[in-house]
């Protein structure tokens, strides 16, 4: 048991960043982000007896990682809308800091993410991540194909958004 | 803007995460413990909470039924007819917990939610419970009541629990997900206390359809 625990815990601090991505992109307050991230460890170390090695250790990893994020995600979504109507999206302090170009692309990407519907969100996650067309599709359960069409029209919109802000 | 770059954008904000949350046993060990109220467990603690009442209410009206020792009909055909709804309630509610538990979030992330969004949407799967509502006009008749009000039994009783049987049946067959989008199911749903995560499911359950879709 303790073997399996520490073989569980040096594969996942090698995956960890994308723990704290997801949960970024999924919840706007820091304290849902620390739960988010606590409630996908457990979730991860819950489903881990039964992983057979049958798909990909990160595939798997992603399932459970954006299966929970999602759950999650629509339990808070009132409770956060309450916190936003009291918390300024963005700090003001760190609009005058963050004046470079480098920090304003970063912010538009992630308000642009932030802005998608869950499944969207997950597919745009995973596409950044340069998940292949085949895998996206086999973490979210939907054909190559259609992976490959709303990638296309989330990059237009995406394209869109730059250029508008650019001009 | 090229792929390469949006992707490079992503990567840039690494730095910007926090990463203070080191993982080892001592701090999985503690998760264990901690998460046995876990968020994502709500749906089946909801559901636990109904079985207990269920139970308890199930025990009540069983000991009204032996205490009344069969003296009244009417009233031992009603009480236990309620009994044996509510018991097939909580069974429904049981399976719904042991669906609740055995809920993979390994699998695809549009299977996995479909089979949530469901669950969610499940109070619809209790909805015969409505026809348990004629025997709450039933069970206080008896031989008494029925020689000493003579026709006005037959004119007001009666046609009080006919009337109640047939809106019972009626609303059963109505009050389904195909009827969503009819005004006064909505609005029936929506005087129950788990409206809001119906409403929900149900919205979610056609986003991912549409998903799929593509």
Known sequence: ?167 | MEDTLLKDLWKAQDKKLDQAMKLNVYLLESLQKQKAESKLNSLARFKGRAVFLGILWVLFLAVLVYGNQLKNMYFTVSVSLIIVFTILAIIVYIKHIALIKELDYSKPITDTQKKLSRLQASTFNTRFLLLQTPFYTTWFWSTEMINGMGMKFWLISVPITLAFTVLAVWVYKNLTLENMHKKWVRKLVNSTPEHTSVFKAIDFLNEIEEFKKG
Request: aromatic share 10%.
């Open chain 1, 1 to 167: 048991m303790q073997n399996n625990k520490e073989e569980f815990l040096s594969r996942l601090q090698e995956q960890q960043l994308i723990i704290y991505k997801i949960c970024n992109s999924y919840c706007k307050n820091e304290y849902d982000r620390a739960d988010l991230a606590q409630e996908i460890t457990y979730q991860l170390w819950r489903s881990y007896s039964h992983f057979k090695g049958d798909v990909k250790f990160s595939t798997w990893m992603y399932r459970v990682a954006l299966n929970v994020a999602i759950t999650f995600y629509r339990k808070t979504k009132t409770s956060e809308a309450v916190i936003q109507l009291t918390e300024p999206a963005t700090d003001p302090e760190d609009k005058k800091e963050d004046g470079s170009e480098l920090e304003k692309n970063i912010n538009t990407l992630q308000q642009f993410i932030n802005e998608l519907k869950e499944l969207d969100k997950a597919l745009m996650i995973l596409y950044l991540e340069e998940k292949s067309y085949a895998e996206i599709a086999e973490i979210l359960g939907i054909t190559e194909t259609n992976v490959a069409t709303r990638i296309s029209r989330a990059k237009d919109k995406l394209k869109q958004k730059f250029s508008t802000l650019n001009n």
